[in-house]
């Protein structure tokens, strides 16, 4: 009878424990999720910080800006369209491989026309300015591609009236604006000219 009684000592002992476990455990979870549920109020009170954004958002922006994404041209492209041209601040701006090849092509031409409907719709965009660059690797396979720098330049012109042509289809009421970027060479530094094409 001793044993049983130990036997019997030793499990409510054991039973014990694990619920003072449990309810330490569940205590911690009632910390945690009091903890996650102040952050996400937090969070929700967080926009208010930012308001001056969420105002500025409604004066909309004006254009769309659709480049390539090559990395090489990136900053002389965003240089050129916030200081050259004053938009800074009043695009949308879309850099894809290839710029205007995507719109070109028929497997790729409804899924960007598609997406760049949403930022014009949703923005109310009017003017839209599409860049095409020399040695475009993704779009053309780069200036090695072509005999001639001209029939280069001729090609990419070319194809950027193209696309011009497609989003005036699509979007009778944008304007386009098209610019090919070269690249030439000044005391040995790379220089970038943008050159609207008519
Ligand atoms: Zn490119």
């Known amino acids: 009878m001793p044993r049983a009684k130990n036997l019997l000592k030793e499990s409510v002992l054991s039973f014990s424990i694990m619920l003072i476990l449990l309810l330490i455990n569940f205590s911690k979870m009632h910390v945690i999720l009091a903890a996650d549920e102040a952050s996400n109020n937090n969070q929700l009170e967080k926009p208010a910080k930012y308001s001056k954004f969420f105002d500025e958002k409604k004066k909309w922006c004006d254009s769309l800006v659709i480049t390539c994404n090559d990395f090489r041209f990136n900053t002389a492209t965003q240089e050129f369209i916030n200081n050259r041209l004053g938009m800074k601040g009043t695009y949308d701006y879309i850099s894809i491989p290839g710029s205007i090849r995507n719109l070109l092509d028929r497997n790729t031409r409804d899924l960007v026309l598609n997406k760049f409907g949403v930022s ?13 660059h020399q040695d ?5 396979g780069g200036t090695k591609n072509f005999k001639e720098t001209l029939d280069e330049y001729k090609t990419v012109c070319k194809d950027l009236k193209k696309a011009r042509t497609r989003m005036g289809i699509r979007f009778p009421h944008l304007k386009v604006y098209l610019y090919y970027i070269a690249i030439l060479s000044e005391n040995h530094q790379r220089v970038y000219n943008f050159e609207q094409i008519m």
């Open 120 to 132: 014009v719709l949703l923005h109310h965009v009017k003017r839209v300015i599409i860049l095409g």
């Open 136 to 140: 475009c690797r993704i779009g053309y």
